[in-house]
Nanobody, 120 residues
């Protein structure tokens, strides 16, 4: 099992920026994908962005051009740079990791979530 710890959330005004970080508790032998999801009050969890081991990204239409995912493989960390934040971005953001263990088991790991609140 790999634990993921998110940080960098908080309260910002509309138009502001935040950078979320997600640190894995250990290095991963074979990462399939990492990403960010979010869940707003009363709504289903939704994809924000994913990035594959090969570097391909998939952004939700609602965040394209505003959010950017990046990785620091040496530090087992994935980031989400969020610019031009809108009140509609208010949600709990979850880091996600999909990987294959050294035993060949597919693992889906989630962080505990971190609150992002954007005021108008």
């Amino acid at each position: 099992q790999v634990q993921l710890v998110e940080s960098g959330g908080g309260l910002v005004q509309a138009g502001g920026s935040l950078r979320l970080s997600c640190v894995a508790s250990r290095s991963i032998f074979s990462v399939n994908a990492m990403g960010w999801y979010r869940q707003a009050p009363g709504k289903q969890r939704e994809l924000v962005v994913t990035i594959t081991n090969g570097g391909s990204t998939n952004y939700a239409d609602s965040v394209k051009g505003r959010f950017t995912i990046s990785r620091d493989n040496a530090e087992n960390t994935v980031y989400l740079q969020m610019n031009s934040l809108e009140p509609e971005d208010t949600a709990v953001y979850y880091c996600n990791l999909k990987y294959t263990s050294r035993l060949g088991i597919e693992i889906n790991s989630w962080g505990q979530g971190i609150q992002v609140t954007v005021s108008s």
